[in-house]
């Protein structure tokens, strides 16, 4: 595909690489890898990609009859592959708890945690824990889950000798979030809820989280690296959120087509969406990389509440609190 945009970094890799280029030759066996939202998208390419690497890969999913046929169709391509599917809904604290106890306690190493999953565009909702879903499902939730691994993850790192890496995946959109940045007072504030900042917040959140646990993991000397990133505007069902409805629909003059035409050009497939990810989390280059941002393979920047060490701490002490 003719990419007229990208531009390779100092990694040699660009916004056109796919997940299998950015892998090419290196061997994974004996890692395990835990991907969140592997049913379907980038998590599913993801899982793919770490399992012909020979990774051991853990699909914590929502939808587990999705993730069964993901698995069968990973399998049909590489007899050879290790993949096993565990149920996790991340928008439910009990969910995570129960996925983080039945992994530990199966005496499976850690090397990987990819924060994968996501939810977009929806409209004003709690979760079961009373908290507003999209902070809830795209960040709380994995922030429990790493903290409830992180123990697993730094055995693995002592025992192997093999640094473990965390991910998680953000977006761009983190730039499109409330003037605070994070609203710690306002949640839930349905009255000023706005789909789209509360979209960026939570992205924002996983940015935060990763620098202050890299920060964290740094000072306590621990080889575990934490990085996020932003995997690049990619066609997925995440999006199945922003359907406009009936009343409000582009067809004037065809430029839904003139749109479409243009995408092509813009919008990455899952092969070149996922590549960032499995970049980030296998690569040697990337060995010894932490508390950073990377966008297309190469290390990015953020907005500047993303690199905010203060907001990054306050909201530490925010989710700590939040997941008592």
């Known amino acids: 595909m003719w990419w007229p945009f990208s531009r390779e970094g100092a990694s ?4 056109s690489s796919t997940a299998e280029q950015v892998t090419h030759g290196i061997d994974g066996n004996g890692l395990t890898a835990i991907v969140t939202g592997a049913s379907s998208g980038i998590g599913a390419e993801t899982a793919r990609v770490l399992a012909m690497r020979g990774i051991h890969v853990i699909m914590g999913v929502r939808n587990m009859s999705a993730a069964e046929d993901v698995k069968e169709t990973i399998l049909k391509e590489i007899p050879t592959a290790k993949v096993d599917v565990m149920e996790l809904d991340l928008s439910s604290m009990t969910s995570v708890r129960k996925f983080a106890s039945e992994f530990n306690s199966s005496g499976l190493p850690l090397n990987i945690l990819i924060n994968n999953a996501g939810i977009i565009g929806l409209p004003f909702t709690l979760s079961e824990d009373n908290i507003e879903l999209l902070f809830a499902t795209n960040y ?21 000798k093999k640094q473990g890496r965390i991910v998680n995946v953000s977006s761009s959109g983190h730039r499109l979030t409330y003037h605070e940045g994070i609203r710690f007072d ?19 959140a996983k940015i935060l989280h990763a620098n202050e646990l890299a920060r964290r993991l740094k000072e306590d000397g621990v080889d575990i690296t934490v990085n996020s990133l932003h995997p690049g505007a990619i066609e997925t069902n995440i999006h199945r959120h922003l359907v406009f409805n009936g009343n409000y629909h582009i067809a004037i003059f065809g430029l839904l087509d003139v ?4 995408a092509r050009y813009v919008i990455k497939n899952v092969q070149q969406g996922a590549a960032t990810t499995c970049y980030v989390a296998l690569h040697p280059e990337v060995k010894g990389i932490s508390g950073e941002y990377f966008a297309d393979c190469n290390i990015s920047k953020t907005s500047s509440k993303g690199k905010d060490i203060d907001l990054a701490k306050k909201l530490w002490d925010f989710s700590m609190n939040l997941i008592k």
């Not at 306002?186 to 924002?204: E, H």
């Open 12 to 15: 040699g890799f660009s916004s």
């Open 140 to 160: 709380i939730g994995h922030f429990l889950l790493t903290n409830l691994l992180l123990d697993t993850m730094k055995k693995t790192a002592f025992a192997s």
């Open 186 to 204: 306002k949640i839930n504030d349905q009255s000023s809820y706005w789909k789209f900042c509360a979209y960026g917040q939570s992205k924002l």
């Open 259 to 262: 749109v479409k035409m243009l």
